[in-house]
């Protein structure tokens, strides 16, 4: 399974909901995530990319759509 793949579940997880959404569109604005979901989804990427996302960059904007999810990732790495 790819990363998009990989992102692309583990937002279905946390928003409850099978999904597919387009690699630009807002998650938030379209109610898939909120700013209490936006942590449970930050923990999912922490254990399946076995990475540490500091609080400093828990801001919607960093991860408001796949593609921005996929690219912060990639920095990370």
């Given at each position: 399974?790819?990363?998009q793949?990989?992102?692309?579940?583990?937002?279905?997880?946390?928003?409850g909901?099978?999904?597919?959404?387009a690699?630009?569109?807002?998650?938030?604005?379209?109610?898939?995530?909120?700013?209490?979901?936006?942590?449970?989804?930050?923990?999912?990427?922490?254990?399946?990319?076995a990475?540490?996302?500091?609080?400093?960059?828990?801001?919607?904007?960093?991860?408001?759509?796949?593609?921005?999810?996929?690219?912060?990732?990639e920095?990370?790495?």
């Open positions: 399974m790819d990363k793949s990989k992102i692309i579940e583990i937002i279905g997880r946390v928003a909901q099978k999904i597919a959404p690699p630009d569109e807002s998650l938030f604005e379209s109610g898939l995530l909120d700013s209490f979901t936006l942590t449970d989804m930050v923990t999912a990427l922490e254990a399946e990319f990475i540490r996302i500091p609080d400093s960059d828990l801001n919607p904007r960093k991860f408001d759509s796949v593609a921005r999810i996929q690219a912060y990732l920095s990370r790495a």
